[in-house]
DNA sequence: CACGAAGATATTGCCTGTATATTGGTGTAC
DNA sequence: GTACACCAATATACAGGCAATATCTTCGTG
């Protein structure tokens, strides 16, 4: 079935296995366009994308509607497709939800995170401070990831998790944009760390003070980056 | 385009203007499956609705996923589609997510909303208690629907309006399920009409602890048809 | 009688051709 | 010179067919 498109295909992650094709071009062009590969504002089209990644137009086609759904592109019936541009404003909305949602989750993990993922907690926020001493850019990403599975997982609740890993997935490009002018790693980190330590911990009010502090901090350097661009 | 297909198509909503069949199969779809018209756990297959709905499979297989999406149904591969239980537990970490979801909506509405949008919250308060105190369920529902409406539109936040919709798309099927036995329609509605009239008023903090209430009323209905399936 | 292999059946995954909608350019009437 | 009708280009929307695969049934074998 994925006869010439292995051949014509560039740029593929590795095909995991058992996955769908449609799920495969999902992690693909969510990838591109969260990293700014394909930089906001960009018009494409299904056909454009299945030559470029090397998929029929039907995995494109459903990846792309789900990707509208989250808001990370726009379909215009008849027209084309345009990946959405990034906005203060926006962000700003966005972060007002998260809050919310950060906040319960940490709450909630706090209560019911098992004692490993309690320990995987410690040493997340451990390596996040050596990471923001190190000023090891990738490694604080990697760990910021692993921080927000983990939580996420901690809170057992899966609407919440599917609703964070959204609107993760609208701040991380942000970020992306962003992050070299404004971000505090070490400030990051500390907020991070002590979100971490408080839910390990099992301290409920002090991880939801946390949680609100690190959004704090998020919503502040959202607000810097005004004019920047 | 449309040729057999509306010759076949049984039980079909009015098409409005300018929607794709795709919208249309996915209203046709949710309207059913919310409305308990298709039982939970169902098993059913894109032929098979397609045959029933009128539609070729593609609108429906379109729109099947973003019901699978929100966990109205899940889709096996090569087995079937099934539409999903409706669970006490999960409704009560549904309701754990709402709680704090339109407490943000119920704050920031207050907050936001123009002159004619306090207005029309004035009227759906007291035409939610004419409704409780003539048992009217049905003008109930629609004053219910009206409310979420005007609120979310008023608390001028997309991603919140859209995770609220979804959330509540999913509490709407257990209250159809359950409401006849155990809903509380004169406290619902005084419930209702208090945090309408706090936003009303533009008093934050009196919509928040309102918007608690709300869902604490919801989650106890929750609770209480524990044993009565 | 238990159990395993092979075929039948049913279902989604994916592809591709055709229909339809939108738009921008071009020619023409005024 | 300007406004308008028309047409070509190009995009998505949709239909329907084939392929892949999971399950069930049947039949054979120990």
């Known amino acids: 079935m994925v006869r010439q498109a292995a051949a014509r295909g560039r740029r593929r992650p590795r095909p995991e296995p058992g996955e769908s094709l449609t799920e495969q071009a999902y992690r693909a062009l969510e990838e591109q366009i969260v990293t700014l590969e394909i930089p906001p504002g960009t018009v494409v089209s299904e056909a454009i994308l299945a030559s470029r990644l090397g998929f029929g137009r039907t995995p494109i086609r ?6 509208a759904r989250e808001r990370l592109v726009t379909i215009i019936p008849h027209r084309g497709i345009i990946v959405s541009e990034i906005n203060i404003k926006t962000q700003l909305r966005l972060l ?3 809050r919310e949602i950060e906040r319960l989750v940490a709450a909630q993990a706090a209560r019911r995170a098992s004692e490993a993922e309690r320990k995987q907690l410690e040493g997340i926020a451990g390596g996040m401070e050596a990471a ?17 599975e983990v939580t996420v997982a901690a809170a ?14 609208l701040s991380r490009r942000f970020w992306y944009l962003h992050y070299k002018e404004a971000a505090d790693m070490p400030l990051a980190a500390r907020l991070h760390a002590e979100v971490a330590r408080a839910i390990a911990r099992g301290e409920v009010d002090a991880a939801r003070n946390a949680s609100d502090r ?13 004019g920047l661009d």
């Open 96 to 98: 007002e939800l998260r």
């Open 156 to 169: 057992r609740n899966e609407f919440a998790a599917s609703a964070v890993a959204l609107l993760q997935g």
């Open 214 to 226: 690190l959004v704090d901090y998020i919503e502040e350097f959202a607000r810097a980056t005004v």
């Open 132 to 148: 923001a001493a190190a000023n090891d850019d990738r490694a604080f990403m990697r760990l910021d990831r692993e921080y927000n």
């Open 62 to 67: 459903e990846a792309l509607w789900r990707l």
